[in-house]
């Protein structure tokens, strides 16, 4: 029924519309961690995937459906049987399974991609949800591209769904072309218009092509929308989704004009940000709403000035709420591995023993090299740490000549599997000899996709992180490191991307 409550539904995409975006493929490891904070955060429902995409797909959504607590767990399918039967199948182990279902039903959709006329996807709207809703007992449909849907179509379309079913009635503006105005008159409309509207939630998905998706996710919300879908740091297909931080954050701060509330921890979405651009390896642009860098930074003189007489002259929210912390000077060489544990404990990491015995002692070799060590400097060392604890591969030495003088040259030696193996390249300029001797040990024919540097702090000593990704035979591994020496973090990020790359490798031949 329509939700009559003040509460929006927060229906998080990031590891499924999210990960179809180009470059963004996640492991399950990642998948995992990323569900635990996305649960803890609040989110109500998370969609972990595609399961009927792929066997690694499948795994996914299987495994964080089964560790989940109180989140309802989706699983995407198309309208054919097989899909949904899978997707059953993969989300069954939830304390809260749920299906989403879609079929496109604009014209231009239905003429191209699907060949289909009106009758047959009516036909398989009906049938898909009514087999969906045989194995679990919510079930979400879709109409493809609906904002590009002829409005009669659209509402027969959704009438048999409900008929059929589903409990959650999702419109897509899939291509985002949609402005605030008329996305919210349309989900008005159909709620008017639909004979059982109060039987179903009404839902947002909106896609950012002109900028406008968190706009017009609102402007859902305000006409009757009880659930939005979207992704940390907006991540999604093309300009992506409408960004999680945002819709949470302007209903928090705007409840005066938006009275509805969510049941998010906002404290914790600078973190989920964070992790969400490690493993995507898609930097998060300075300027963005809520997340960005230079959010709550104050350059101009005029500016400062007002904040230190009252910081509400420029900031409409506090860093805090969001979960920004304070940049502080954490600690040096002589801290302890209490005060450590401490220290991540506040940054939101809660590790195992051995595993943090490891990160202090990482912790301790930064200390050594490092004047300075910042919280975000911390973080980006366990990051580093827990995405390349399970590979086959990693750095032992480098020895780089680099400089005015050709030829750059570089010596490398890596653990792997075991065995430390060694080789000598040059290259034009010295990323490049490194990539040329790493190759020549671990033997590989991947396309450098993306090669990224950037300073974790300020300073000539801060850690660069950097992010390499790889393409081969169609998969893409993205990965990061972070070191003091930027070139060590080169080779450490290089062998991560192709200890990825050799992980999907093999589940797509185990599938
Ligand atoms: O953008 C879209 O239309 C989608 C659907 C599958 C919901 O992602
Ligand atoms: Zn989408």
């Given amino acids: 029924m329509t939700d009559t409550t003040d509460k929006i ?9 999210g990960e179809q975006s180009p470059g963004a493929s996640m492991t399950l490891r990642e998948k995992l961690e990323l569900a635990e904070l996305l649960e803890e955060m609040g989110v109500d429902v998370i969609e972990a995937g595609f399961p009927a995409a792929s066997a690694g797909d499948f795994e996914c959504v299987s495994t964080v459906a089964e560790r989940s607590r109180n989140a309802v767990i989706c699983g995407l399918a198309r309208s054919t049987p097989k899909d949904i039967e899978r997707c059953g199948e993969a989300v069954r182990k939830a304390a809260r399974p749920r299906i989403h279902t879609f079929i496109s039903t ?65 419109i897509p503006d899939t ?21 059982n509207s109060d039987k179903v939630i009404w839902s947002t998905h909106c896609h950012n092509d002109l900028g406008l998706a968190v706009a017009n996710s ?26 999680l931080e945002e819709v949470v954050m302007a209903l928090k701060v705007r409840r005066d004009t938006l009275p509805f509330h969510t049941s998010i921890d906002s404290t914790r979405l600078a973190r989920a940000s964070k992790m969400v651009s490690t493993i995507t390896g898609f930097p998060v642009q300075y300027n963005k709403a809520i997340v960005g860098k230079n959010a709550f930074a104050h350059e101009s003189g005029i500016h400062q000035d007002g904040m230190l007489k009252n910081n509400q002259t420029y900031e409409i929210m506090n860093p805090e709420d ?115 001797a790493i190759t020549e040990i ?62 999907r490798r093999a589940k797509r031949i185990a599938a």
């Avoid at 539904?9 to 519309?17: K, Q």
């Avoid at 305000?222 to 991540?235: D, K």
Wanted: proline share 2%.
């Fill in 175 to 195: 291509v985002g072309y949609s402005h605030p105005d008329e996305y919210g008159a349309l989900i008005r409309r159909l709620i008017e218009t639909i004979p």
């Fill in 322 to 436: 969001v979960g920004v912390l304070e940049t502080s000077l954490v600690m040096g060489k002589h801290s302890g591995r209490h005060a450590f544990r401490d220290k991540l404990l506040t940054l939101g990491y809660e590790l195992e023993d051995d595993v943090l015995n490891d990160a202090f002692k990482r912790f301790k070799d930064l200390a050594d090299r490092k004047k300075d060590v910042f919280d975000e400097d911390i973080a980006a060392l366990v990051d580093d740490q827990l995405s390349t604890a399970e590979e086959r591969a990693s750095l032992n030495s480098l020895r780089v000549v680099a400089g005015t003088q050709g030829p750059q040259t570089a010596d490398v030696e890596i653990l792997i599997d075991g065995t430390v193996r060694s080789a000598s390249a040059q290259g034009n300029g010295p990323v490049d000899a490194i990539f040329k």
């Fill in 106 to 170: 604009s014209p231009v959709h239905m003429k191209h991609k699907l060949k289909m006329g009106e009758n047959a996807v009516l036909e398989a709207v009906g049938r898909s949800v009514a087999q969906a809703r045989n194995l679990v007992d919510d079930v979400e449909w879709s109409p493809e591209d609906a904002t590009r849907t002829d409005w009669e179509f659209l509402c027969r379309t959704i009438d048999t769904a409900i008929a059929s079913g589903a409990t959650t009635i999702n």
């Fill in 218 to 243: 609102l402007a859902g919300v305000a006409n009757g929308a009880r659930q939005v879908e979207c992704a940390i740091n907006g991540l999604g297909e093309r300009a992506g989704n409408a960004a």
């Fill in 9 to 17: 539904i927060i229906f998080d995409t990031t590891m499924r519309d």
């Fill in 442 to 503: 671990m033997q590989h024919s991947a396309k450098l996709e993306l090669f990224q540097v950037h300073a974790v702090t300020g300073g000539a000593d801060a850690q660069a992180t950097v992010s390499v990704r790889l393409s081969e035979d169609g998969l893409v591994a993205t990965a990061r490191s972070s070191d003091p020496d930027t070139l060590t973090a080169t080779a450490r990020a290089y062998i991560h991307a192709l200890c990825k790359l050799d992980i």
